[in-house]
């Protein structure tokens, strides 16, 4: 375990993994790679910094003043936590970590005065120190939000002492919040490293890869399995790397096989499962700043989007987000075992439409990080999620109109994106470990 601030994590890990491309500008140089061969979509341009009346500084602070409404509103007080949707006091892991970096964002972007700010990042990592893990090992998948609680499986049962399992991945997202909040901000480092102590590594790292556990819906018997496929598998071990429990397969770009989308050339996994969206790599790119080899298969994966735009007419972001109705939640992909941009829910959801989405802190997310006339026209498209509560997950692709609620995922993605570019496209935490300067 790491007792003080020190080198993130070893970007030499990822260097294994083969290169999409041998270009001479592939690697780190700022701008993204091109691909070998003629494709559908044209390289991204970079935008002049002018979009249409305001300047993107003024696009993006907007955005996250909406973005905060959310959080303000969403949050409890009794726990620092805050609601994973408008009025539902339920938080994966996952959405924990989000809204500790939504608190961080809206602080250094001046949304969230210091001394408000304290006393909301001192209770929520407070909750995290006290509330009961599952079987000892690790967070529980799902907690409530007003209590700081083990919640049941589907949020609506009633809390449990014991929990039901641990999402890896989802651990791994919060396992970053606490190294980006810990390092650039010293004074909650010991309640952030007392969080991380609590968790058993042994149990969820092992081989080099990451490990989930949980109960089965009918059985008390806990069953252990390696969790994460491509783009998340890599972005979660990032988390576990920060502290010092590198998952140095699941971080590589090893169990992976070319496939071309569109004319563009991408990877896919070997292990069959892989959802290649948009959201691990833009949280990637922003969080931690991408290594060469993922920094050329984002620019794919986002130059893939726009060549189906080119193809149909049609703005496409993909990614995960939640839909108004059944099945309440939606994963878009680019390319899905085997399927070229399938809409699918997820396992054992509720039957219900698949309609295609924009999504909403995809667009935002993309815009920050590779700016062009496409993730411009993207964010536009995106306009109409907006909220006097907040941004919605995005909007329907054919009619526009909002597809999902509110919710805090959205709202710190939209948050940290606007914190990047505010950084001068600098990520919340870099390679050095050295606090950032102030925003002036």
């Known amino acids: 375990m790491m007792n003080r601030v020190v080198t993130f994590f070893t970007l030499g890990l990822l260097s294994a993994g083969p290169a999409l491309c041998q270009d001479s500008n592939a690697a780190g140089s700022g701008a993204p790679a091109q691909p070998?061969?003629?494709?559908?979509?044209?390289?991204?341009?970079?935008?002049?910094?002018?979009?249409?009346?305001?300047?993107?500084?003024?696009?993006?602070?907007?955005?996250?003043?909406?973005?905060?409404?959310?959080?303000?509103?969403?949050?409890?007080?009794e726990t620092g936590l805050v609601n994973s949707v408008t009025g539902y006091k339920y938080a994966t892991v996952w959405d924990i970590g989000s809204g500790l970096l939504a608190l961080y964002s809206a602080n250094q972007l001046g949304l969230l005065p210091d001394a408000d700010y304290d006393g909301r990042m001192r209770r929520a990592l407070q909750t995290l120190?006290?509330?009961?893990?599952?079987?000892?090992?690790?967070?529980?998948?799902?907690?409530?939000?007003?209590?700081?609680?083990?919640?049941?499986?589907?949020?609506?049962?009633?809390?449990?002492?014991?929990?039901?399992?641990?999402?890896?991945?989802?651990?791994?997202?919060?396992?970053?919040?606490?190294?980006?909040?810990?390092?650039?901000?010293?004074?909650?480092?010991p309640q952030a490293q007392a969080?991380?102590?609590?968790?058993?590594?042994?149990?969820?790292?092992?081989?080099?890869?990451?490990?989930?556990?949980?109960?089965?819906?009918?059985?008390?018997?806990?069953?252990?399995?390696?969790?994460?496929r491509l783009g998340y598998e890599q972005y979660a071990a990032l988390g576990y790397a920060?502290?010092?429990?590198?998952?140095?397969?699941?971080?590589?770009?090893?169990?992976?096989?070319?496939?071309?989308?569109?004319?563009?050339?991408?990877?896919?996994?070997?292990?069959?499962?892989?959802?290649?969206?948009?959201?691990?790599?833009?949280?990637y790119g922003l969080e931690a700043g991408w290594s060469p080899e993922m920094r050329d298969l984002a620019w794919r994966v986002l130059a893939a989007q726009e060549a189906r735009y080119r193809q149909t007419g049609a703005v496409t972001i993909v990614n995960e987000d939640a839909l108004n109705g059944p099945p309440y939640f939606l994963y878009y992909s680019v390319y899905a075992d085997g399927k070229e941009f399938p809409v699918a829910p997820p396992e054992g959801a509720p039957a219900g439409p698949t309609p295609r989405t924009v999504s909403t802190k995809g667009a935002y997310g993309?815009?920050?990080?590779?700016?062009?006339?496409?993730?411009?026209?993207?964010?536009?498209?995106?306009?109409?999620?907006?909220?006097?509560?907040?941004?919605?997950?995005?909007?329907?692709?054919?009619?526009?109109?909002?597809?999902?609620?509110?919710?805090?995922?959205?709202?710190?993605v939209i948050l940290e994106a606007t914190l990047y570019t505010r950084r001068g496209g600098r990520p919340l935490i870099e390679a050095s470990g050295t606090t950032p300067a102030p925003l002036q």
């Open 36 to 77: 070998r061969q003629q494709t559908a979509a044209a390289a991204p341009q970079r935008s002049s910094g002018r979009t249409g009346a305001l300047n993107d500084r003024d696009v993006f602070m907007n955005a996250a003043r909406t973005a905060w409404t959310y959080i303000d509103r969403q949050y409890n007080r």
């Open 366 to 412: 993309w815009h920050a990080l590779l700016p062009s006339a496409y993730t411009w026209l993207a964010v536009q498209k995106v306009e109409g999620s907006r909220t006097a509560n907040g941004w919605g997950a995005g909007v329907f692709e054919d009619s526009g109109r909002i597809s999902g609620s509110e919710n805090v995922n959205t709202a710190a």
């Open 242 to 283: 920060a502290w010092g429990h590198a998952a140095d397969r699941a971080m590589r770009l090893t169990t992976t096989r070319p496939i071309t989308v569109l004319g563009i050339p991408l990877l896919a996994d070997t292990r069959g499962g892989d959802l290649l969206t948009s959201e691990p790599f833009v949280m």
């Open 129 to 189: 120190t006290e509330t009961g893990l599952y079987d000892n090992g690790a967070f529980n998948k799902n907690y409530h939000t007003g209590t700081g609680r083990v919640a049941g499986r589907n949020g609506q049962e009633e809390e449990t002492r014991d929990g039901y399992g641990w999402s890896a991945i989802d651990l791994g997202r919060l396992l970053m919040a606490l190294k980006i909040i810990a390092a650039n901000q010293p004074q909650y480092a």
């Open 195 to 228: 969080i991380v102590q609590r968790l058993d590594f042994a149990r969820l790292v092992r081989g080099g890869y990451l490990q989930g556990e949980d109960l089965g819906p009918r059985s008390r018997r806990p069953r252990t399995y390696q969790e994460g």
